[in-house]
């Protein structure tokens, strides 16, 4: 996380973790160039140049606005950070800043190679460069995608890497149609996946159920990039990928709660789900009841049919 953000002092560039201040991770993708979240609260602080060398997002979380100075072109300008308010960059130097007041924010980074790979067609037109956007206007949008993120994340200590990537990719997604210098151009694809395709990607599923999958490699299966993928997938199946997989889980988990006297921990974790408390969460929403008062109840059925 230190690589993400420098400051030049005196000729010298050197890591920087936060300004002054706390930083919090909030959480992240798996892949060390992709999303990270972080809370940060920092005093009134001056910094010299900053180097950001990936797409940074801060969305305020203040609860009064505070002032920012940001030099351009040898003049300082000023702006308001504002709840809910966005600050946003690409990868570029920064001619140095200040703050008065409180600077509370939710900041993302996103790596240069993840914001490529979330596109709809990765790699085929210029590289995403994101306007710079200094005490931006609340963004309702951006909010729910944060927050979004921090519910998975607070909620969950290992979250599944389905949801996670989802999330992240729709951020990305959003962030280069929104705020592209270049504004991404999406191409319609109002169809699902090809049987052959569909074939290929539900044979995978059920082939790697127990690990931790990734939209990523699904999408390469299916021969799409992640953001096409995942509608043609819900086109094709009526679920997100996130929703097909559990109700897999779930289905798998309950052939083992009939016929397998086994901890509910060693069945959590032989069909998928990171936790006891997150495949008892998941099985109660398909199924209205916990895994351990189903297998009692399918035990003694069986035990009554075989009296």
Same mark, same amino acid.
């Given at each position: ?22 930083a ?7 892949a ?10 920092s005093p ?26 940001c ?14 308010g ?47 956007? #200094?005490? *931006?206007?609340?963004?309702?949008? &951006? ?6 993120? @921090? /519910?998975?994340?607070?909620? +969950? ?8 990537e ?23 694809? #109002?169809? *699902?996946?090809?049987?052959?395709? &569909? ?6 599923? @059920? /082939?790697?159920?127990?690990? +931790? ?8 299966v ?14 094709s ?20 709660l009939?016929?397998?006297a ?11 789900f ?34």
């Amino acid at each position: 996380m230190t690589e993400r953000i420098v400051i030049k002092h005196k000729g010298i560039l050197r890591n920087l973790f936060t300004p002054h201040g706390t930083a919090r991770l909030v959480g992240g993708s798996n892949a060390n160039d992709g999303l990270i979240l972080e809370e940060h609260i920092s005093p009134p602080t001056e910094l010299p140049e900053i180097q950001f060398l990936t797409h940074m997002i801060a969305v305020g979380k203040v609860t009064e606005p505070c002032r920012v100075f940001c030099k351009e072109g040898g003049l300082e300008k000023d702006c308001l950070l504002v709840p809910g308010g966005v600050f946003l960059s690409t990868a570029t130097l920064q001619k140095g800043i200040r703050w008065e007041g409180i600077f509370h924010s939710s900041v993302m980074s996103i790596g240069i190679p993840m914001m490529e790979l979330a596109m709809p067609e990765p790699f085929s037109q210029r590289p995403v460069e994101l306007i710079m956007v #200094r005490g *931006g206007a609340r963004d309702v949008v &951006l909010g729910h995608l944060v927050g979004a993120l @921090e /519910e998975v994340f607070g909620r +969950d200590s290992s979250p599944q890497q389905l949801v996670v990537e989802s999330l992240c990719n729709a951020t990305a997604v959003y962030l280069a149609q929104r705020y592209g210098v270049f504004p991404l151009k999406i191409s319609q694809y #109002r169809s *699902g996946l090809t049987p052959d395709r &569909l074939s290929r990607v539900l044979d995978y599923i @059920e /082939e790697y159920l127990e690990y +931790d999958l990734s939209v990523m490699d699904l999408a390469g299966v299916a021969c799409l990039s992640p953001y096409h993928f995942g509608k043609m997938f819900k086109r094709s199946t009526e679920q997100s990928v996130h929703q097909y997989v559990i109700a897999r889980r779930v289905e798998r988990a309950k052939t083992l709660l009939t016929s397998q006297a086994r901890p509910l921990v060693e069945i959590a974790l032989a069909v998928g789900f990171g936790d006891q408390s997150q495949f008892t969460s998941a099985f109660r929403h398909q199924t209205g009841t916990t895994p351990g008062a189903y297998a009692r109840i399918k035990r003694g059925l069986k035990r009554v049919s075989e009296a």
